[in-house]
């Protein structure tokens, strides 16, 4: 196991800003933690790297409490900070530099990692600029850089895309997708749900200091999709087609909303071809067809009654 929390409580004066928090992450794994602005998702990040106390509970890293073996740990653990942590007054190599010697890397390896290490972000050919000339999706990905520079197994990324356009967006996803199949473990925590659904195996979502939901994607989206959603976009149709869409096996509903024509259906209803003949047996002229996937800003909603982006 690489990381195991239990039961983490932590206080700021009357605040519960973390609530009897329990969660565990396998070697291999990428973790994300969803959940909106003030969920309490840097305040239990803070606590595993051991920068704040806490009131109460357990964390064990690489099965050990983080006071137990204090250095080791921490030299096998990479940090990319939400606020971004840079020198601009310092070129790209040079921060990188910086995070690398603070890590212990020497001479020989030391110049290959941050070489390795800048080319990994698209940012070797940017090497001798200084940072205060950055834009901010390049300093994103420097922040990632110096974060990771000395090879960790275990990667914890604090909202490592906030505020960046989508291509240094698509390159970090895309980063972090491949430094776990190079063998890294990785929590990540995001207030963007498409994002933690598309990087993570397992999701945590979090709401007032406590984990309200966890699971793979699938089995979290499974907790709402009672029924499928088809949209189906037609030329025109009577009332009685309609009538006759909802006498198929499964359909609960049909009804035209926004001019286009909505079926929903059981779960696992397996009728989409029998509406599709129902369709053109009677000339309804099919333009185009999507089915309403459930969501994890679904999920989330249908737990809280709010949006995650309130
Ligand atoms: P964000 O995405 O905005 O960073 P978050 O999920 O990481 O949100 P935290 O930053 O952990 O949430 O904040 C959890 C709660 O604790 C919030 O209500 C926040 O205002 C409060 N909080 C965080 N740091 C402190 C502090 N140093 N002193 C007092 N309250 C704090």
Redesign the pocket.
């Known amino acids: 196991m690489i990381l195991e929390i239990k039961n983490l409580v932590k206080r700021?004066g009357d605040?519960l800003?973390v609530d009897n928090l329990s969660l565990e992450l396998r070697e291999g794994q990428i973790l994300g933690l969803l959940?909106p602005?003030?969920?309490?998702?840097?305040?239990t990040i803070n606590c595993i790297l051991g920068l704040i106390s806490f009131d109460g509970g357990e964390i064990k890293i690489f099965g050990k409490r983080l006071n137990e073996n204090e250095m080791e740990i921490k030299r096998n653990i990479g940090v990319v900070p939400?606020d971004v942590a840079l020198y601009g007054e310092m070129t790209a190599y040079e921060n990188v530099d910086f995070f690398a010697r603070l890590y212990g890397l020497k001479g020989r390896e030391l110049k290959s990692y941050i070489e390795e290490t800048l080319n990994f972000v698209g940012l070797w050919e940017k090497r001798k600029e200084k940072v205060k000339k950055f834009s901010g999706g390049m300093k994103r990905r420097l922040n990632i850089a110096c974060g990771i520079v000395h090879r960790p197994k275990f990667i914890i990324m604090d909202?490592p895309t906030v505020g960046i356009d989508p291509q240094s967006r698509n390159h970090i996803l895309e980063s972090i997708k491949k430094l776990n199949k190079d063998g890294a473990t990785i929590i990540y925590t995001s207030?963007y749900m498409e994002e933690v659904d598309m990087l993570c195996d397992y999701i945590s979502i979090m709401d007032k200091g406590r984990i309200i939901a966890k699971g793979t994607s699938e089995e979290l989206k499974s907790l709402i999709s009672t029924d499928t959603t088809l949209i189906i976009e037609i030329s025109s149709i009577s009332h009685t087609v309609i009538e006759s869409i909802k006498q198929v096996n499964g359909v609960i509903d049909c009804f035209i909303d926004e001019g286009r024509l909505k079926i929903i259906s059981k779960k696992s209803a397996n009728n989409l071809s029998k509406i599709i003949d129902c369709l053109l047996s009677n000339d309804v002229q099919i333009i185009s067809l999507t089915s309403e996937k459930p969501t994890l800003e679904g999920v989330f909603l249908t737990l809280t009654g709010r949006s995650l982006r309130d």
């Not at 602005?37 to 305040?43: D, I, L, Q, V």
């Open positions: 700021y605040m800003a959940g602005n003030g969920a309490g998702k840097t305040t939400q909202e207030h």
